[in-house]
């Protein structure tokens, strides 16, 4: 059966757009859960008397949630539906939000952050398997891309509440209302957002290939015929063509001849390993405290910061703009090779840098150099690797292993932050410019990676992937 030719498309953009929106909102939260502990590591290491091996540990504990959270939401997703799923997220990040702010130890710190870690780890499935059920293949890429532009914002949201309680206290350390530490209501204000989602995520129709699964044909093309304006009928027929496999579906099929894996699955993998392993999470899980390693004050890094992430929005927007014209495989080679000059300036800076007190100490030249690489970097991450990866694990599985190949993935990329995460301070301690050397050395890796295996999408339907 011929499929539809993404040019002979027409669909309503307005409605597409709100659809993709709302489920995005997870990556809001996926976003600002996973930063707001920037302005918070130091606060919480001297609350807790943590050293760096479990200051690491409690940072990247999410992390774990995550992993599970991702590997699991694809099952689930298949079993209760998209939106159930959604809607579970935001319970778990409420959970989390009030349970790390009310915490006494250490301990049940990283337990709550566990609890909101599944809750990201299910949001970074869910909301891009989502969007690319539901978006008209022409723009899928730009649809897609809403889930990183999310993501960025909640980082931005996360930092800018952290400087301004902590800047509001005296610091984040410094008692705020109803004498809570400013750094404990940096996890609190989570609640405010995971209810809009919870709420709003309600108000959005279910996938249509979720529909059409369980046999809901009509309700199927009523959602479909909310954002298509034509084909309907077909796009329903290629979709049936495929339940077909969906149903004889299982995690057995992603089993293949390379190292027990089919050769795309191992693609997809490796894609979310590298979006991790250039060290991008470090700028937004320990910037400000990396800044005041080398000199700055708690105030200026925090401003550094949240400068960072406004950078980041502002080329996750570029990235939308370009990716269904550019193309993703192209995207990804620009950003390997922006990455690799930038994070080899960073290491070299560091590596080079006088040593004072054990840290290397910035002069004004090399601070300046420091910080235009640093947000050099976050600029070739932001418009390639941040939201491209999103976009291609939504759509670069056929649809008889999409759902699990997509959390097992998902799953990978948790676990490769939670090394470099918990591995940081420790690295850290060692040498900054060991640190990013090693990151250099994965960007570098990455442009050879998706030169070779990492093929182009742009433009194909869901139904045509093999």
């Not at 410094?174 to 957002?193: E, G, H, K, N, S």
């Not at 190949?405 to 410019?433: D, E, H, K, M, R």
């Amino acid at each position: 059966m011929a499929s539809i030719e993404p040019k002979t498309e027409q669909y309503d953009t307005g409605r597409a757009v709100l659809l993709a929106a709302v489920a995005a909102l997870g990556g809001f939260l996926f976003g600002f859960d996973t930063a707001v502990i920037n302005g918070a590591v130091s606060a919480i290491r001297e609350t807790f008397g943590m050293g760096a091996g479990l200051t690491g540990f409690v940072v990247a504990s999410a992390l774990l949630g995550c992993a599970v959270g991702a590997w699991l939401a694809g099952k689930l997703a298949d079993r209760i539906g998209r939106i159930r799923v959604m809607v579970l997220a935001a319970v778990l990040f409420s959970l989390s939000a009030i349970g790390s702010g009310l915490s006494f130890t250490p301990y049940d710190l990283t337990f709550w952050r566990v609890v909101g870690g599944l809750g990201v780890g299910a949001a970074s499935v869910i909301a891009p398997a989502y969007i690319a059920e539901i978006a008209p293949a022409s723009i899928r890429g730009r649809l897609g891309s809403l889930q990183q532009l999310a993501i960025v914002s909640g980082i931005f949201v996360a930092l800018l509440s952290d400087y301004f309680l902590a800047t509001a206290a005296g610091g984040a350390d410094q008692d705020l209302w109803f004498r809570l530490a400013a750094w404990r209501w940096m996890f609190i204000t989570l609640t405010v957002p995971a209810l809009a989602y919870g709420i709003l995520a309600l108000q959005i129709p279910e996938s249509p290939r979720y529909l059409m699964f369980r046999g809901r044909t009509e309700e199927a093309c009523s959602v479909l015929s909310q954002v298509l304006k034509s084909g309907v009928d077909d796009r329903i027929r290629e979709i049936s063509r495929t339940i077909v496999q969906d149903v004889r579906s299982t995690v057995a099929d992603l089993r293949g001849p390379f190292l027990g894996l089919l050769p795309i699955v191992w693609v997809g993998i490796l894609l979310s390993i590298f979006q991790q392993f250039v060290g991008i999470n470090v700028i937004f899980y320990y910037s400000s405290t990396l800044w005041q390693q080398v000199g700055f004050t708690e105030a200026d890094s925090l401003i550094i910061t949240v400068l960072t992430s406004v950078t980041n929005i502002v080329v996750t927007l570029v990235a939308i703009a370009v990716i269904d014209k550019i193309g993703r495989r192209r995207l990804l080679l620009v950003g390997s090779a922006g990455m690799f000059v930038s994070l080899g300036t960073l290491a070299s800076v560091f590596g080079t840098a006088p040593l004072v007190n054990g840290q290397p100490a910035l002069s004004d030249t090399a601070g300046t150099i420091a910080l235009i690489a640093a947000n050099a970097f976050v600029v070739f991450f932001g418009i390639s690797w941040g939201p491209t990866v999103w976009v291609l694990l939504g759509e670069m599985f056929n649809n008889r292993i999409r759902a699990a190949a997509l959390g097992l993935a998902a799953a990978a990329q948790w676990i490769s932050n939670f090394v470099i995460s918990t591995t940081f301070p420790v690295l850290a301690g060692i040498s900054l410019g060991l640190a990013y050397g090693l990151y250099t050395t994965f960007a570098l890796l990455s442009f050879f990676f998706v030169l070779i295996f990492v093929q182009e999408t742009k433009g194909k339907q869901l139904e045509d992937m093999t």
